[in-house]
């Protein structure tokens, strides 16, 4: 059996191809990218793209209600019920409504291809998930190890219904604690250089 375990370099771009190519199938092959999540992380990322805050309600009002009214992002309901617009579009953190700036930017506003980049974050729980265990000592150099680690990154339940099935942000916020984890688990030289990782990375 174990004449079919991969070095462990080679293992791991294998699990990144695998992860990047079963969740571009499965989003290039449906038709449900109108879901209500994505579409407020669209609009969130309009309005950064155009440069209006989406915490400041009085600010750029005139431009804030183009925004809201030129059927980009949101639903109809938006047009007409401006509050909860602004509750929603409002509803994430600073560094999320900037991440959603930067793929509606890269993107254009392509739903699909928004569908793709967000789907990038079960590569960076793939990645993170390999460094974590690599700080804390598993080679992952055996067949049993690999396939374990196989079937927990490429077909966890959880990670496909809320990333792939339901376009969310989930992975992200998931590899960036496991990368934190695998930071404070690696032991270094330069300790002020990785307690800024660490900061940076939990920030």
């Known amino acids: 059996m174990e004449r079919f375990c991969f070095k462990p370099g080679t293992f791991f771009w294998l699990i990144v191809i695998l992860v990047a190519a079963s ?10 990218d109108a879901q209500i999540d994505l579409s407020i992380y669209q609009e969130v990322g309009q309005l950064v793209v155009n440069g209006v805050d989406p915490y400041d309600f009085a600010k750029d009002r005139a431009r804030r209600a183009g925004l809201r009214m030129d059927g980009h992002g949101v639903g109809d309901w938006a047009r007409t019920e401006e509050a909860a617009y602004n ?32 789907a990038l974050g079960d590569v960076a729980i793939a990645a993170a998930a390999f460094l974590l ?3 804390c000592g598993a080679r992952l150099d055996h067949a049993n190890d690999q396939r374990l680690f196989g079937l927990a990154v490429v077909f966890y339940p959880s990670s496909i219904y809320w990333g792939l099935v339901r376009a969310e942000d989930k992975q ?9 984890a695998a930071l404070l688990t690696r032991e270094t030289r330069f300790p002020k250089v990785l307690a800024a990782m660490i900061g940076l990375a939990f920030s």
Request: proline content about 4%.
């Open 133 to 135: 265990l690599r700080a």
């Open 172 to 180: 992200f916020e998931t590899a960036l604690l496991l990368l934190v």
């Open 23 to 32: 969740r571009a199938a499965v989003i290039l092959t449906s038709h449900d």
């Open 87 to 118: 509750f929603y579009v409002s509803g994430n953190p600073p560094g999320s409504s900037a991440f959603y700036g930067l793929i509606e930017w890269a993107t254009q506003g392509d739903l699909r291809l928004w569908r793709l980049a967000l």
